[in-house]
């Protein structure tokens, strides 16, 4: 087993794209480590496979394998790796939308460590997946949080800025008095002497004469503070004026003493109060920082909700997202909800007025607001309040929002990969075997309305594609996908199964109906040849017809029948259809 701290090296050999955006997918999001390599059969698997091993490369841990593939199917591959030098250790687990006893008793028999059935919910499979990628992933205990070194025990560095001699005395004298601890007192007469006082180290506080030789006054703050960055300034004044000590703070020093009136005890409440205060100042910064670097990494806009003057003040990044610009936006719930789309105002108002009213602990919801250039934009908006009056209304609420327009794509997309094929856009297997069971299951409740099943093969597909280059037997399958939508009714359901078979879910239709069905997808198929370089090329198919039954226990069980009908269909010479009523005329077919 590997530790989490290592990347598992996962192989995916299946024919559907989809299956391995999925898979990436769903790794990536539970944060896997894990590279997955993408093969769409068993042949291009076991040429990867030799290319690692003839490169000396690592091969991989985990191979997860799809039973139905073009060129060599699943089973296939497993027989040929056991043979395969170096490769037989290699752990294999199926990933298959077929949950028939006889593949996993086959897929067993060839090796496979593990069996995983594709499910059309992705919640279901992708825990499943996990479940099964963790099994060969232990999840190592993170190393413990490493502490900051202690800082080492040192002495307090004072640098006093004072060119008079006497009141240095004075300063020496009052903290040898009541400073608790070491001290380190370093003097500087001038402003312009400090850097070589100090040398390399800054001192912890300095005491500032604004009265000195080469400086005076509230300048001299400043100029100080581009020496020492963020170190606490306590000015020492001789002008006994209480506005311009408040001057002194305003321009940046943390506290200040008059020199008339300096006491010992005075002198350190003050230098400890700078200290502390600087302190405090340097963790607001430091944490106001790290506020804005998280919200500007997670790309989270920023609004301020005054309720009770129906207010509500947001930051560029909040405003950039509607095109607005920064600033107060007088607007109450109303105001910001006039904003969003009409389909998304229910849940927003719902969601708002449950937490205004105290039922949640703060609200999230999403919802399409207008921008300003026209267009909807996706937000995720979330906040709490954080003041409420005696009565528990709420007067002030806070929160975030954020643009989620791409993870709604990303949504969309894979919700297409996830369900179509790719090439044809028709639905594929895992969505076709979904609705069979929906059907089925209606069938079971209204035994009246028959459905029927139809299993399409492109007759010597593998011909087409020998004679015309495989661009080409593509072109045959999506104009072969063309005209079967257009034989059937919107309720009908066609899909791809995978390579050239076809099947189509029809609702409501009896058996009568569905062979004039498949005759009608025939007829228009052999009325609409392709074109090629300068010839026209018939595309001729085989159909196995059924109808479901409410005896069918599982889709497979009515999938099998109608395979076996087109099974017949081949053997009485292709291009027709053939039908399969139940399971006694399937057992003798
Ligand atoms: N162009 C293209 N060919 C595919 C695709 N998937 C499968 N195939 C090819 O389809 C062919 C199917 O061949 P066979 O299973 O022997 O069937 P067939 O030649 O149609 O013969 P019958 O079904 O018996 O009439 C193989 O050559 C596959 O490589 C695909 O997505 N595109």
Redesign the pocket.
């Known amino acids: 087993m590997k530790a989490a701290s290592t990347n598992l090296d996962i192989l995916l050999v299946d ?1 559907e794209q989809a299956d391995a955006f999925l898979v990436r997918k769903i790794l990536r999001d539970a944060q896997f480590a894990a590279t997955v390599a993408h093969c769409s059969d068993g042949i291009e698997a076991l040429d990867a496979l030799r290319r690692r091993r003839n490169a000396s490369a690592a091969l991989p841990d985990l191979i997860l394998l799809d039973l139905n593939m ?2 060599m199917d699943g089973h296939e591959f497993l027989a040929a790796l056991a043979r395969e030098e170096g490769c037989g250790q290699i752990p294999v687990v199926v990933l298959s939308t077929s949950s028939a006893e006889l593949d996993m008793d086959r897929a067993s028999a060839g090796g496979a460590r593990g069996y995983l059935t594709k499910q059309a919910d992705l919640r279901l499979f992708s825990s499943a997946l996990l479940a099964l990628v963790r099994q060969y992933l232990q999840q190592a205990e993170l190393p413990p949080r490493a502490r900051p070194p202690a800082t080492p025990p040192r002495n307090t560095r004072i640098l006093l800025v004072d060119d008079e001699a006497a009141d240095a005395e004075l300063v020496a004298i009052a903290l040898r008095k009541a400073w608790q601890g070491e001290f380190e007192l370093v003097r500087s007469e001038t402003l312009g002497g400090v850097s070589a006082q100090l040398g390399d180290r800054l001192p912890d506080l300095v005491l500032l004469d604004l009265g000195l030789p080469d400086a005076s006054g509230l300048h001299s703050i400043e100029r100080m503070r581009a020496l020492v960055g963020r170190t606490p300034i306590v000015v020492l004044t001789g002008n006994d004026d209480s506005d311009f000590a408040l001057e002194a703070l305003a321009a940046g020093a943390q506290d200040y003493l008059f020199k008339s009136r300096l006491v010992a005890a005075d002198l350190v409440r003050a230098m400890r109060h700078a200290i502390a205060r600087s302190q405090l100042e340097e963790r607001l910064a430091e944490s106001e920082e790290r506020m804005a670097l998280a919200l500007a990494g997670a790309e989270l806009g920023m609004w301020d909700w005054d309720i009770t003057r129906r207010q509500i003040t947001v930051d560029t990044r909040w405003a950039a997202m509607l095109g607005e610009s920064a600033g107060v936006l007088a607007v109450d719930a109303q105001g910001w909800l006039t904003r969003a789309h009409p389909e998304d105002l229910g849940a927003a108002l719902n969601a708002l007025n449950s937490h205004f009213r105290g039922l949640s602990p703060g609200f999230r919801f999403t919802h399409r607001l207008r921008h300003l250039g026209g267009g909807w934009v996706w937000t995720l908006a979330a906040g709490k309040v954080l003041q409420r009056d005696g009565c528990g209304r709420p007067l002030r609420a806070v929160g975030i929002m954020q643009d989620i327009g791409e993870s709604k794509r990303m949504e969309a997309d894979l919700l297409r990969l996830a369900t179509t094929d790719a ?1 044809t856009t028709l639905s594929n297997r895992r969505v076709f075997v979904q609705r069979l069971a929906h059907e089925l299951a209606r069938i079971r409740r209204h035994w009246q309305a028959p459905s029927a099943l139809m299993m399409l ?7 087409i ?2 004679r015309w280059g ?2 080409f ?2 072109r ?2 999506c104009h072969f996908s063309t005209i079967l939508r257009s034989c059937l009714r919107e309720c009908d359901l066609p899909a791809r199964l ?3 078979e076809f099947a189509v879910l029809l609702p409501g239709t009896d058996a009568q109906a569905a062979m004039t069905v498949a005759r009608r997808i025939r007829e228009q198929l052999a009325q609409q040849p392709l074109a090629a370089e300068d010839e026209t090329v018939g595309i001729r198919v ?1 159909i196995g017809v059924t109808t479901l039954t409410a005896a069918d226990p599982q889709p497979e069980a009515c999938m099998s029948r109608a395979d076996a009908a087109l099974y017949r269909a ?1 053997q009485h010479g ?1 291009n027709r259809e053939e039908f399969i009523e139940d399971d006694r005329e399937h057992k003798l077919a």
Do not use: I, M, T
């Not at 093969?457 to 011909?463: A, G, T």
């Open positions: 024919d073009p060129r090439l093969d492109l007759d010597h597909f593998k011909r594609n020998d495989h661009q037997g593509d045959a399958l995978g390579g050239e085989s081949k292709r």
